[in-house]
């Protein structure tokens, strides 16, 4: 029993590691923006199959191709906020539509250049089973975990030290303040856009070799993601990184408990219990006007 | 003009089984209109008129139909007692969560719309011993004959569908026009204000929530008997997203809207030239470029056009 | 006279397809600091946006020291020597009073400069100096307007705009501001500042201008308008 909660709550620590990936390019994205871009988990899905092509098509080296896929959503990225968001600016409900409508782009797109079924990516190097106790992870599932960690770290030192990551902060906190004293809004905009988007790419990519890479792989990505960030207080970049493990471990340590049918549902059911309970979330941000 | 205009497309609608007697598939095409039009018609009276995008609308008809599903197959009830048990069962759902969502604003009000869909449909998809799960549930009647008329044949359940659409059109044309639909208005235009004259919002947000559902709950039954099964996957997220497309795209707060909506969702893919894997791209495309540059929709264009 | 720092001609702007400023021409001399008064919805804020170009449509001309403005985005408007300090709180509240500082330099590439800069506020407001690490949202009202006056010092701006300083304080804090006014005239900088509270913000000025409905209705030098019966009767008695 404890041993399978252990190694349940390993699994959720990996699991809940892509939900921070995508939460975190989320929250960057709402706050400054005050988009919330349902379309992320799509991205994520992108990013993986991207990933996929230049591992399994061109380079062969699983490092570079995660870090050209980040590069290439980073750019899809920040042509969406050109072309969709800012446009949108303002309009919140028709900004959230179109993220809905950049699903259908896609996904689809996908499904026509790649098709509707699955594909593998067989990653040889990472693909060793390491003991740990009476259980065996692979090494793939060991560099999830490892890499988000590291990711979130880099990510806070530059949100916390650097000039601009300052600035991100400060347009997310008071935009019309940030006009003021000369940050230029319109620029935060867009690499916050890009930052987000490539982090959801890595998220796919890390995952891509340890299931499998299909259209609607970042659809639960997206929701849970929305859970973490619900459940760390709206709008708090470190609430969705807790919020993101606690979400990846709570469903998986569930599974010793419930049918594993009932996985899924713990992050709806944290959903609309945070919501109601406790709507500021674990860091109690108040959001601008909202209840 | 309008009204000649809704006039020969009633018309043609009516004629349409006898013109297209060869063609079945253009029947069903148009079946599958009607039935995506149903709940459009509910989301628009929410979207549209109310200005409350809900992300889990198709939820409602899914819990209409499976109740429908079970009175019918397990308990034995008559198609029509039935349908509207589903009526009324995704009436009271839309109700009750309806009145928990309300709490909520903005995206608020969206993720917990979408938290609610998602948690129905999964309970859709893993309450084996009811709803038999992800498979489905099989075996669901056509409606009963009415009258000596049955609904068995395809034309005769293309009367069905449309009969039923009409009927929400109807309902639509009613609510807009009552002194129900005038609040609804001018809660949209300005809520405070509303709440300052006296009106009490939350109650008519929560009625046009729950008639709205009733409503998706009609399509539901309906697209259920059509398909005679009934698979969690007809009320998921994605379908959740669709219905709120077929409003956006149709134009969210006019009467025709869901129409042109579900006719172009529907419709067009299946007849698109293009390749059959970019329909749906294409189609989101046209989507995010009505919402950038042409937000009231098809319905704004002909009106536009008319102008 | 001496030579205009700011120069306002036949300014006019519209918001929301709404006329809200007709044909304002005003100006600032080095050194001084002048008070635009008014009711509420006369203008006044409008015309500070405007200045900073925060206001979508505009027309006329914008002069700083000689040189058109008029077109230029908020950022290069601070660059070439206005600072604006906005009416609603305009503090980063979840930065430190550092962090803030420091944005308020986030278009200085010179870190050495930056630090002589932040160096030189902290001397002008040593409450700033004292609270170097703490949250800024967490400074009483009156430290938070005293931050926001400093932060926009950081890019040595020729003129500040202040709207509203001293609304929402406790008295003792409002006598405050506008010594921080006078202190920013010593420190060689033009202000121009909008306010309600007319017979403080007068004391403080050397000229002012009244408004009314988007219009220029009457100039003066400062001590003159206090004893002008039409601002007495206007204003004075609402205080």
Redesign the interface.
């Known amino acids: 029993m404890l041993s399978a909660v252990l190694e349940q709550t390993l699994n959720g620590l990996m699991a809940g590691s892509v939900y921070v990936l995508v939460a975190l390019g989320m929250v960057l994205i709402y706050g400054v923006m005050h988009v919330l871009n349902f379309a992320h988990g799509v991205l994520l899905m992108v990013g993986a199959y991207v990933c996929h092509f230049f591992f399994v098509r061109l380079t062969g080296s699983y490092p570079l191709s995660i870090l050209l896929s980040a590069a290439v959503l980073a750019l899809l990225g920040i042509a969406l906020e050109r072309a969709v968001f800012r446009p949108l600016q303002g309009n919140l409900r028709n900004q959230v539509i179109a993220s809905l409508g950049l699903i259908l782009v896609f996904e689809n797109l996908v499904i026509a250049l790649w098709g509707p079924n699955a594909l593998q990516m067989k990653v040889a190097a990472t693909a060793a089973l390491v003991p740990l106790g009476e259980m065996r992870f692979s090494v793939q599932h060991l560099l999830v975990i490892a890499v988000t960690l590291a990711v979130v770290l880099v990510l806070f030192s530059f949100l916390k030290f650097s000039k601009f990551g300052t600035a991100i902060r400060a347009t997310s906190q008071d935009r019309m303040a940030a006009m003021v004293v000369g940050i230029p809004v319109e620029r935060v905009d867009w690499i916050t856009f890009g930052l987000g988007t490539a982090l959801a790419a890595l998220g796919g990519a890390l995952i891509g070799p340890l299931f499998i890479v299909f259209p609607q792989m970042g659809d639960a990505p997206m929701v849970k993601g929305l859970a973490g960030i619900l459940l760390g207080g709206m709008g708090s970049v470190p609430g969705a990184v807790i919020g993101g493990f606690i979400i990846g471990i709570a469903e998986s340590v569930s599974t010793v408990f419930l049918p594993t049918d009932y996985r899924d549902s713990v992050a709806f059911i944290v959903m609309v219990l945070i919501l109601l309970v406790w709507p500021r979330g674990i860091f109690g941000v108040s959001v601008r006007g909202e209840d | 003009m309008a009204r000649i205009v809704l006039g020969i497309f009633l018309v043609l609608l009516s004629l349409m089984p006898a013109m297209a007697e060869k063609q079945p598939y253009l029947l069903h095409v148009l079946i599958l209109c009607f039935l995506y039009a149903i709940p459009a018609v509910g989301l628009n009276l929410m979207l549209g008129y109310a200005g409350l995008v809900s992300l889990g609308h198709m939820a409602f008809a899914g819990v209409g139909a499976y109740t429908a599903a079970v009175l019918m197959v397990d308990g034995h009830w008559d198609f029509w007692l039935a349908l509207l048990a589903g009526v009324l069962a995704a009436g009271v759902a839309g109700a009750a969560i309806g009145a928990i969502c309300l709490r909520f604003r903005t995206h608020f009000f969206m993720i917990v719309t979408l938290a609610f869909g998602l948690m129905l449909y999964s309970v859709m998809n893993n309450w084996d011993e009811v709803t038999r799960g992800a498979a489905g549930f099989p075996g669901i009647p056509r409606p009963a004959p009415l009258g000596g008329f049955s609904f068995g044949p395809l034309p005769n359940f293309y009367y069905l569908a449309l009969a039923a659409a009409l009927a929400a059109f109807a309902v639509q044309w009613i609510v807009v026009r009552s002194d129900f639909g005038r609040v609804l208005a001018a809660l949209r235009q300005d809520e405070r204000l509303a709440q300052a004259k006296g009106v009490n919002t939350m109650l008519y947000k929560a009625a046009v929530f729950a008639l709205g559902s009733a409503i998706a709950g009609l399509g539901g039954v309906l697209h259920v008997s059509f398909l005679r099964v009934a698979a969690p996957a007809t009320f998921n997220l994605a379908e959740s997203i669709n219905a709120v497309l077929i409003v956006i795209v149709g134009g969210a707060g006019s009467l025709a809207g869901p129409a042109l909506g579900a006719l172009v969702f529907v419709g067009l893919p299946e007849y698109l030239r293009a390749a059959a894997e970019w329909r749906l791209v294409v189609f989101g495309v046209i989507l995010v470029l009505i919402v950038l540059f042409a937000p009231q929709g098809l319905a704004g264009f002909v009106k536009r056009a008319r102008a | 006279m001496s030579a205009a720092v700011l120069e306002v001609s036949d300014l006019g702007a519209s918001y929301g397809g709404r006329r809200i400023l007709e044909s304002v021409s005003l100006r600032v001399g080095a050194s001084e600091i002048v008070t635009v008064i008014g009711h509420n919805g006369a203008g006044k804020s409008t015309l500070l946006k405007s200045v900073?170009n925060?206001i979508p449509w505009r027309s006329g001309a914008i002069r700083l020291q000689g040189r058109d403005i008029l077109g230029l985005a908020?950022?290069r408007i601070?660059?070439a020597g206005i600072a604006?300090?906005?009416q609603?709180r305009?503090?980063?509240?979840?930065?430190t009073v550092d962090?803030n500082l420091?944005?308020?330099g986030?278009?200085l590439s010179d870190k050495a400069l930056l630090a002589a800069r932040i160096e030189k506020v902290r001397q002008l407001f040593p409450v700033l100096a004292e609270r170097a690490h703490q949250l800024a949202g967490t400074l009483s009202g009156g430290e938070q307007r005293m931050l926001e006056i400093a932060?926009a010092l950081?890019?040595d701006p020729k003129l500040v705009m202040l709207d509203e300083p001293s609304i929402g304080l406790a008295p003792r804090m409002v006598e405050a501001v506008f010594q921080t006014v006078g202190m920013l005239r010593n420190q060689g900088k033009a202000v121009l500042m909008v306010e309600q509270n007319v017979r403080k913000a007068l004391a403080a000025s050397d000229r002012a201008y009244v408004m009314e409905l988007g219009e220029i209705r009457l100039e003066d030098a400062a001590p003159a308008l206090i004893g002008d019966p039409r601002v007495a009767r206007l204003y004075m008695g609402r205080r």
């Open positions: 900073f925060l908020p950022d601070l660059a604006y300090v906005p609603s305009s503090v980063f509240p979840k930065l962090e420091r944005m308020g986030y278009l932060r950081l890019m």
